[in-house]
C-alpha cells in the first residue's frame, strides 16, 4: 500500500477514536506510539517540523566582510559599485579565501544586499504598482536608438515610438536623428495611423525637443516654444516624468516597446538603401503585431485597440509643419550649411540666398518658391553631400576639374555614376581625346535630366557596344531602351511638356515617318524649254 501522509493518519486516528477504540487498539492498528494518538487527537493538523539549526558554512568566516563592502556601495558612484565576481575577487585576493566558490559568495549576495539597504534606512526595495488604464486616454512616448546598415555602412539611428497604453497598439518610425523635426513628425505620423488624438496624458521623457529646462525636483518644466505650438494645435496633454531612472519606470510600457521592437525586428540588423524603404518594413511589422498577445491577455493588441479607437478625439484638420526653416547663402563652391553639414544646390545660385526647409531625414532648398534641390539629411556632423548634376554648367566650362571632383566621387559611391559611364568615358576619350571625350561625357550625363537612370545606363551600353561615342547616339539607344521597356515619356513639371522629347534626334524623327510609295514626278514636259547654245 502507498504510504499516507501525517494528516491522513491523523484523520484515521480521530474516525476510530470516534467509533469507540481505545488508545491501545489505536497504537495497534495503526502502529504508532501512544504520544502520536495523544497528538493525533488533540489536532487535526500535525506539527510542523521543527527547523535544524543551520549548517556551518565555508562562507561563514567572510560573512562580516561582505556586509561591510555591501554598506560601502551604498554611498559608491552607481555604476563603480561591486559586482559579486568583484567581490569574491577580493575575498581571495585581500582575506585569503580559497575554497568557497563563486555561487555560494552569490547566494549570500543575493540575500544580503537587500537586507543592508534596509538595515541603513535606506527604504525598502523598489515596489511596483499595478495600474488600469483607461481607454483611448493614456499613452507614453520615447526614443530608443537602432543599428541599421544603410546602403552598405552600418549607421545609428533613433527609433520613435508612440504606445497607447490601454490596447498596447504601438507606432513606430526610424528617423536620421532625434532632433525636434524628428519628434514632431513621429508624433504626427502616429496620430495619422492611429486615426485620432489621446483624450489624456501623453508621458515624456525631459526631452530637448519639448523641454527648455527642469525646473529644481518638481515636474514644472520650461517648454519649447515650438513644442507648446504642437501641443495646442493637437490638444495633447504632456506629463513629464522624473529625470533619471526613476522616471523611466513611470513610462515602463514604452521602454519595454522599444526593447521588444528591436529584438523581434530589426535582429540581424536590417540591410536598406534609404530610410524611407527601412520605415515601409517598419509600418508592415506594426500592422501585423496587431494580431499578437500581450502577457496573459485574452485579447489581441488589435482588438483591444477597436475599443479605444471609437474614444480618440479627431485630428485637427489644418497640417502642422513639422520642418524648420532655414535661410543660408551659397558659396562659391556652390553649397549651403544647414546644422554644421554641407550640402549642394545649382551653380546658378552661386551668391544667393536660398530657403531650407528640414525635416528628420531630408532637407529641401527652394528659390523662392521653386524647389531646386532634395538631399538626404547626413548623419553625422561636419559632412558633405553633393549631386553630381548641380556642377554640370560648371564641369563644361572647367573640364580638367572633372576627373577629381568629390560630386564625382560620391556618385560613384552612390552608383549614379556606374562602370557603363566610365568604360564609354574611357572610349570617347581615347577617340576623341580628352577635351572633347569629356565634353561629350558632360552632354551624356545631361540625358539623365530627362529620362530615367536605367534607360540612360542602358543606352551607355549599347552606344560602347556599337563603338558609336557621341551624345546623340547614346541619347537614341536609350530612347530604344525606353520603348522596349514600355516606357511612358515624363512630364517636365517646369515646362508642361514630354521630357522625351528633349532627346528627339534627326534620325529618331526620319524613323517614325511613314514610307514613301509615290512614283518619281516626270520632268519630260519641261524639256522644250532647254534651248540648245547656238556656237558661234
Known sequence: M?????????????????????GW????????????????????WPEARKKLPPRPSKIDPFKLVIDGILRADLDAPRKQRHTVKRIADRLRDEHGMSDVSYQVVRAYVAVRRPQVRIEAGRGPAEVFVPQTHRPGAEVEVDFGDVVVRLRGEQVTCVLFAFRMSFSG?????????????????????????????????????????????????TRARVETERW???RSHYGLEAFYCQPGIGGAHEKGGVEGQIGWFRRNHLVPVPEVDSLAELNVLVEGWDADDEARRIGTRPHTIGEHFAVEAPLLKPLPVEPFETGRWFTPRVDRYSQITVRTNRYSVPVALIGRPVRVL??????????????????ERLLAKAGTRLDFDHYLEALVRKLGALPAATALDQARATGMFTAAHDAWWAAARKVHGDTAGTRALIEVLLLHRHMPHGHVVAGLRAALAAGALTADAVALEARKAADTA????????????????????????LAHL??????????????????????C
Open 169 to 217: 497598439r504601438a507606432v513606430h518610425r526610424i528617423f536620421a536623428s532625434g532632433g525636434q523635426e524628428a519628434f514632431f513628425e513621429g508624433h504626427v505620423h502616429a496620430l495619422r495611423v492611429l486615426g485620432g488624438v489621446p483624450t489624456g496624458r501623453v508621458r515624456y521623457d525631459n526631452l530637448k525637443a519639448a523641454v527648455a529646462q527642469v525646473l529644481g525636483f
Open 514 to 535: 511613314p514610307p514613301d510609295t509615290r512614283p518619281l514626278p516626270s520632268v519630260a514636259a519641261y524639256d522644250q524649254l532647254l534651248r540648245r547654245r547656238r556656237r
Open 25 to 44: 487498539a489505536l497504537e495497534r492498528k495503526h502502529g504508532v506510539g501512544r504520544r502520536t494518538v495523544l497528538k493525533a487527537l488533540s489536532s487535526a
Open 486 to 509: 514600355g516606357h511612358t515619356p515624363q512630364v517636365s513639371a517646369s515646362r508642361g511638356q514630354p521630357t522625351a522629347e528633349i532627346t528627339s534626334l534627326t534620325e529618331r524623327r
Open 228 to 230: 507648446t505650438a504642437f
Open 2 to 22: 502507498p504510504a499516507i501522509s501525517r494528516v491522513e493518519l491523523y484523520a484515521a486516528i480521530r474516525r476510530d477514536a470516534r467509533a469507540g477504540l481505545s
Open 358 to 375: 528640414l525635416h528628420a531625414s531630408e532637407l529641401v532648398v527652394y528659390d523662392g518658391r521653386t524647389e531646386v534641390a532634395r538631399h
